[in-house]
């Protein structure tokens, strides 16, 4: 599924080195608490999923993990504090696609999402939904395209605010679909997600969770789901890629970083331990219970996926002419 090309092997090439170290305490490692940090506040998917793993990683290494929740800036307070942390294995980061996205919309980025980390693994791909409001004459994404470019303008999308991912997938659609819909940004994708509800936002890129109650009162209609595939759950449910545009495929990944440097020995360490959980069917059944889908990949593949994000979504912020933040 990972195509890697010339722009993105070099990148790929410096996540996979980044993790080697020689340090002898890896031996030994773990022998005290380890500390989680999570880049957002607590409720939400990527913290949910922190919780589970933190709680599977406690029993298979014996020492405490401890969730250490740190929210603002879009995940980029806490993505910070781990690129700066001592590269022990001791400070590890979970974060969403904002790891990619922030660095392309900063102005001055904190970190470089290649070169600061030591990816451990994937835990989760959640797909979004291509959501409208129930009033919104459209029914399929030929139809919401057609209704676009019937009346340029008209029809607006609501997101978590500049830079989020909603936003980009916002931008990746029109760009895509070759529509021009206006952008609203709010400080949260919930405030936008209620407003959606009202009528005020026409369309948005939501997550599977908080959008599938409101479908059932027949107040937001899902159009289709922005993964590669459809999802097991819901399979009469169309992905945008199959409804007339191959090219929009995104899928936000959640995944699991130690700072660049930190031994290998213990990276691989966390990787085998992390893998072998997310396979249990307990897990799986809990993550599909968030809406998402158990991850697992190696170190090698999330830094794949580290490498090809961060591409694309410089693109999308240069093809936007999205200033940066």
């Known amino acids: ?100 996205i922030n660095s392309a919309i900063a102005k001055n980025p904190a970190y470089d999402p290649i070169r600061d980390f030591a990816p451990i693994s994937t835990l989760t791909i959640g797909p979004h939904f291509v959501s409208v409001n129930a009033s919104l004459p459209a029914t399929s994404i030929k139809e919401l395209i057609a209704l676009a470019r019937a009346r340029p303008g008209y029809i607006n999308f609501g997101s978590g605010g500049v830079g989020s991912l909603t936003h980009l997938e916002g931008e990746f659609f029109k760009s895509a679909a070759g529509i021009d819909v206006v952008h609203v940004p709010y400080k949260s994708t919930s ?56 090219q929009f495929i995104v899928d936000s990944v959640a995944g699991m970083l130690a700072p660049a440097k930190t031994p290998q020995q213990v990276v691989n360490k966390l990787s085998a331990e992390t893998i072998k959980f997310l396979k249990t069917p307990d897990m799986q059944a809990a993550l599909a219970a968030q809406g998402a889908e158990a991850g697992g990949g190696t170190p090698q593949e999330y830094a794949a996926i580290i490498a090809e994000e961060t591409v694309r979504w410089r693109k999308v912020v240069v093809s936007a002419g999205i200033s940066p933040q």
């Open 191 to 246: 405030l936008a997600f209620a407003d959606m509800l009202s009528g005020q936002v026409h369309l948005m890129f939501s997550s599977t969770v908080s959008t599938l109650p409101f479908v059932k009162t027949g107040k937001v209609k899902v159009l289709a789901v922005t993964a590669s595939k459809r999802l097991a759950a819901l399979p009469e449910i169309p992905t945008v890629a199959e409804s007339g545009l191959p």
């Open 1 to 100: 599924m990972i195509r890697l090309n010339a722009s993105t092997a070099s990148v790929y090439t410096a996540l996979c080195l980044s993790g080697i170290d020689g340090d002898a305490s890896a031996q030994t490692y773990p022998n005290k608490s380890i500390r989680m940090v999570v880049g957002f506040a607590p409720g939400g998917n990527v913290d949910m999923t922190a919780r589970l793993v933190a709680q599977k990683l406690t029993l298979a290494l014996g020492q405490s993990v401890v969730v250490d929740n740190r929210g603002g800036a879009g995940g980029a307070i806490g993505t910070e504090l781990v690129a700066r942390s001592a590269p022990d294995g001791y400070t590890l980061l979970v974060i969403s696609s904002s790891l990619m």
